[in-house]
């Protein structure tokens, strides 16, 4: 069967099943396999791919929804993937088209690599903002670091209601599907107070080599700074994460600590000017694919 039926034939749902398949795919373009970050997505979230005729997936794409079950806010599309063989074909952009098919009206938010922007483009996707990719081994500051000035700690079962509380007031729309599944997808999920309530969390997954800091939610960038230092300092992994580019101050921060400038991304939106709640708490995504 020629490569170019594969624009024709059906899309269907994934499910955890396909988790191989899609670390497959992930690899065959070129990416880290990832199998980790597959099995968590596509239990939070709704897989959508096209099988090969030669095997194996020639497409797949990951959507997770946030808000009301039967009306969500948001839904965040990530790991847009097709097989090099079936690449330049259209196939993308067919993946594309069906999703805004069966999301509508949902609200839609998506982060872009340069490669990925001009077919969102044309899409009617438009660009909102920017993170950047850091990656490295952190060094610490010593104790006379700002950051050793917040105190943090490892987060426990009765600090998730006051997770999900923060999580909702930062993102504009509730998580908890996604949130909830932090504790068994992370290696460490640690927390900030201030007289007993929780200004900030964060979590440090594992990801091939490195482990990712994210999300990063705090009042403040002292208080950011403070949680990332603490995962840091609980890992001999080097660690990797996407920071709004509009926290300056953590940036650079960061890159003073280690931390290496690798890619960048563009945050996209579709159906509204800008996504929901409040940025300036919002330091780093749980990851790009979910925001």
């Not at 030669?54 to 959507?63: D, M, R, Y």
């Not at 600090?159 to 509730?174: K, S, W, Y």
């Not at 579709?270 to 929901?276: M, S, T, V, W």
């Amino acid at each position: 069967m020629p490569t170019h039926s594969l624009a024709a034939l059906p899309i269907r749902r994934l499910t955890l099943r396909d988790r191989i398949a899609c670390a497959d795919l992930s690899e065959d373009r070129g990416w880290p396999r990832e199998e980790h970050k597959w099995g968590f997505l596509l239990s939070a979230g709704t897989g959508y791919g096209i099988d090969s005729p030669e095997g194996g997936l020639g497409a797949a794409c990951v959507v997770t929804e946030y808000g009301p079950q039967d009306r969500p806010d948001l839904g965040a599309i990530g790991m847009v993937l097709v097989a090099e063989r079936h690449a330049r074909q259209g196939v993308g952009r067919r993946l594309m088209r069906h999703l805004l098919s069966v999301l509508s009206p949902t609200p839609l938010t998506l982060h872009a690599t340069p490669n990925g922007l001009p077919l969102y483009e044309e899409l009617g996707f438009k660009v909102t903002g920017r993170a950047e990719m850091l990656r490295g081994r952190f060094t610490p500051a010593g104790s006379d670091g700002p950051e050793s000035r917040i105190a943090t700690r490892a987060a426990t079962a009765e600090d998730l209601t006051g997770i999900l509380r923060l999580d909702e007031e930062v993102f504009g729309t509730d998580r908890t599907p996604l949130i909830t599944r932090l504790p068994a997808f992370a290696d460490q999920l640690r927390v900030a107070q201030d007289n007993g309530r929780i200004i900030g969390y964060a979590a440090a997954w594992p990801n091939m080599d490195t482990q990712v800091v994210g999300p990063l939610i705090a009042q403040d960038p002292e208080t950011a700074k403070a949680l990332l230092a603490s995962l840091a300092a609980r890992t001999d992994r080097p660690l990797r994460t996407d920071i709004d580019v509009r926290h300056e101050e953590l940036l650079s921060w960061a890159k003073a600590r280690g931390l290496e400038y690798c890619a960048s991304n563009s945050v996209m939106t579709y159906g509204i000017a800008e996504l929901p709640g409040d940025w300036t708490r919002r330091f780093a995504p749980l990851t790009v694919a979910a925001g």
